[in-house]
């Protein structure tokens, strides 16, 4: 099946750091890429979709100008977490999909400020 | 506004048992409805697909219905397994928005 990695897996940062997550399809072209978050016990919640060449589509209540989303291949995205606090501690997880309307998830990085 | 509810008890079942779960939503007609895998720590595996003309889809020891009118799915783990034990999530989608609404995930727990 479709494999999507996510790097790193794991980040502990100091507040006020940036810290950038990769997400990659391996063995297919992503033409959408999704960024979402999910605190503990709770669902998943999309973040801002994303597609190749073009500018991130965020979700109310998201920062554009705090979660930066870079798409600039059709197997890259980049999600980066500018000025990171502590309230931003969660877990990410990006997912991929081509064609057709199954989303592949990656494994999710789990992000903690200090 | 759009609501997907799962149960968000635990169910708890013996090995051997078969295990349903159930995902209701209200004001939205989606075009499709995923169930997807999560353990804990991990992102979400992609299980089955079923879509708004389809009643039933079924794959090795999974089933899952969609009923449009009662605006539910039902996900049916035959023959269950210690293994089965994680969050089950469904997730719908339409096709104008690509993007999924995922539900809260019910946790499974098969007991040997």
């Known amino acids: 099946g479709a494999v999507v990695s996510q790097h790193p897996s794991r980040v502990i940062c100091k507040s006020g750091t940036s810290v950038k997550i990769e997400c990659r399809s391996l063995d297919f072209q992503a033409t959408t890429m999704f960024w979402y978050r999910q605190f503990p016990k709770q669902s998943l919640m999309l973040m801002a979709t994303?597609?190749?060449?073009?500018?991130?589509?965020?979700e109310q209540g998201v920062e554009k100008d705090k979660f930066l989303i870079n798409h600039a291949s059709l197997t890259l995205s980049t999600l980066t977490v500018t000025s990171a606090h502590p309230e931003d501690s969660s877990f990410y997880i990006c997912s991929a999909r081509s064609a057709g309307e199954t989303q592949y998830f990656g494994p999710g990085t789990r992000l903690l400020v200090l | 506004s759009q609501k997907i509810e799962q149960n968000s008890e635990a169910l708890n079942i013996q090995e051997g048992k078969t295990a349903t779960l159930t995902c209701n939503y209200t004001n939205y007609s989606p075009a499709y409805l995923q169930w997807y895998r999560q353990d804990p720590g991990r992102g979400p595996v992609f299980l089955l697909l079923i879509r708004e003309n389809e009643k039933e889809k079924r794959k090795e020891r999974l089933k899952v219905t969609f009923d449009t009118t009662l605006k539910q799915s039902l996900f049916h783990i035959t023959a269950s397994q210690p293994a089965d034990s994680a969050t089950y999530l469904c997730a719908l989608g339409d096709t104008g928005r690509r993007a999924l609404t995922f539900g809260s995930g019910t946790r499974l727990q098969v007991q040997p």
């Open positions: 994303s597609n190749e060449g073009s500018k991130a589509t965020y």
